[in-house]
């Protein structure tokens, strides 16, 4: 799951962004309205917490923008302003939902999982099937064959991802910007990696190999392969 942390205050940023990676989230950092709303329109987030008071322009001209582009991301304001007509505003704007600084860690996480859950439900694909491959995007369960498949938190969202775009050709770059935070310098070859991980989890010792190798091009799971 990816998410944006748009906050000005560094420090705070700092410390949510960790948190987040601790739990398995890719996260990406703004700290300024500019570039937040930039990142909102470059990456289809999972989810966006979003400053009110930010320089440049504010969450509420953010939220305006994004949501007249089209912008579909659940977004949570993050904000001190704890007035009923910022909270009537911030909501009324597109906004999912408002938390007020302090706020503890455990009650924004628990806030996050409710906003990813309502956003399956209202995807309305709860379970992605791709031949006798199941995958449940609320349990994180998959499934083939009658096979339980034991997934780590990267390749599950690798493989949600892919499933999602049964048939397209994936390229390496796609799947690490979706998967891993802008900051991610790690092994350049890590999709390649993950990618092995799944192979031998899902495709070995089955007739019917389901995620396939595009040379040149990337990675494609289902579809009509030549």
Known sequence: MRVLVAEDERELNGIIKKRLEDEDYAVDSAYDGISALEYMESVGYDIVLLDVMMPGIDGFEVLKRYRNGGGKSPVLFLTARDEVSDRVRGLDGGADDYLVKPFSFSELLARIRVLLRRSVSAEKLPVLTIGDLSLDVTSHKAI???????????????LEYMMRNEGVVLSRESIREHIWSWDYDGESNVVDVYIRYLRKKIDDGEDVKLIHTIRGSGYMIGGDVE
């Not at 339980?148 to 690798?158: N, T």
């Open 144 to 158: 083939r064959g009658g096979r339980r498949i034991e997934l780590s938190s990267k390749e599950y969202s690798i």
